[in-house]
């Protein structure tokens, strides 16, 4: 196998190449690409990052938001596989407190992929599921499993984005604001979430 240094930087090798391996690669590229210079990068900058002519990133990433998809799903996977699932035990309240910490911790390490996944940059192409709208589908599938019964079937889609996507904006206005500790905050999320899950049989019921 050629090497990278054997080549010119920017032309991809004739000799064959590993597809699962370059999307690695040009994933990699994006994240670096994305942190020095935010989510407005193009397809060239990340191929110039990874070492590629454009021609070999367009062969993986046919268009940005493919590639900003593909991005999502790996730090989506990353969160729901690691030391979200790990820490996903107790109750509604620990699990609930769980999440929130990873996401905290994950916006603040990570801000510029953090806006670039979470929000539509492109402006021809539609980014339709996005880093938080994946977490916010596992997310409905474990409250199914946690609490199973008909009216966590009709709540958990409604629930499951409404925790994500709460959690989200409750952490951009602390994130600007500062205005309570973060054992405070995070303590008000999970009595919020929590008090409302076992609200859940009563609000199907006032619903139907």
Not at 10 to 21: H, I, V
Request: hydrophobic fraction near 45%; aromatic fraction near 8%.
């Amino acid at each position: 196998m050629i090497s990278m240094a054997t080549r010119g930087r920017g032309r991809p090798s004739g000799a064959p190449y590993d597809r699962k391996l370059r999307a690695e690669e040009l994933l990699d590229a994006a994240e670096r690409a994305i942190r020095n210079t935010g989510g407005t990068v193009s397809i060239a900058e990340v191929a110039r990052e990874a070492g590629f002519a454009r021609s070999a990133c367009y062969a993986i990433f046919p268009t940005k938001a493919d590639l900003l998809r593909a991005l999502s799903r790996r730090h989506a996977d990353r969160l729901i596989s690691g030391s979200w699932r790990d820490s996903m035990v107790g109750d509604i309240r620990d699990q609930t407190r769980a999440f929130a910490d990873i996401v905290i911790d994950w916006i603040t390490a990570e801000p510029e992929l953090y806006i670039a996944l979470d929000r539509d940059l492109t402006a021809q192409e539609r980014l339709d599921h996005g880093v938080f709208d994946l977490i916010a589908q596992v997310t409905e599938e474990h409250l199914q499993a946690e609490f199973p019964g008909n009216h966590m079937q009709q709540l958990a889609p409604f629930w499951s984005r409404l925790a994500v996507g709460g959690v989200l904006m409750t952490i951009n206005w602390w994130s600007a604001s500062r205005t309570l500790s973060r054992d405070d905050l995070i303590g008000y999320i999970v009595e919020t979430f929590a008090q409302g899950i076992s609200a859940g049989p009563a609000l199907v019921a006032a619903n139907t």
